[in-house]
DNA sequence: CGCCAGGGCCTCA
DNA sequence: TGAGGCCATGGC
């Protein structure tokens, strides 16, 4: 399978996604945390309770009560983690700055990122991306789950090695990465679900032998 | 109803 | 280093 091609027909079918769905830094990177594993329609009443708090703020994140974030975040399940997770990567976007980490060289970024307690590759990934700015994919359980289905790889495939096979063949920049996800996370949602796929209607159909 | 969602951490071998 | 358990709400 051609990779380009599979994404044109995605573009061609859903446009441009423009994400990440959130305007600052600081919105992009909060929803990150609240998404993981979690329904997006959830995280937007978890950011909303934080918006009106006046909470969508780093500094405010870092030093609030866990128990009255918790309270705020609750739609988006996992609350008392994710709280504990918010501080932290608060704390830690507050001694460096989005536009600092920006600056940096991507492995050295990704490493700092990784280190935080609560985040992990996908998350880390979706920060660089979406709210740094760096040239890198972002892969999910989507993108594991679509392209097993279309033969590419095994239901199990490590995260790093789907990651590191997509990125080689490729070979976009930030504006192609964005979208790129963007488009699979589309597809994912509404087309190749887990359960009950549609996929009469599929853009991207699989080769009868491979679908499953 | 039961299943599922844009994960990640801890434990135990 | 990998499998299994845990965290938790709301939509469908």
Redesign the pocket.
Known sequence: MNLRNFYRQLLDRFGPRN???GDTPEEVIV??IL????????VE?AIAHLRVEGALDFRKLSSMNKNRV?ELI?????????AMKLAIVSDFFLKNPPGKMSGLPITDAREKLLS?????????D?ILL?ALDFPIL?V???TR?IFHRHGLWGA?I??GDMQKRLMKELKGDTVFYNDFHAQI?EL??NHC???RPSCADCPVPCPASAAK
């Open positions: 994400w990440w769905p929803g990150a998404t993981q594993n979690t329904n997006w329609i959830n009443k918790a609750r739609p988006a399940g996992y609350f008392n983690q994710k935080l307690w609560g985040v992990g590759e996908e998350t880390a979706s979406y972002v999910d359980a989507y789950r199990d490590p995260y996370v994912g949602k679900r887990k359960s």
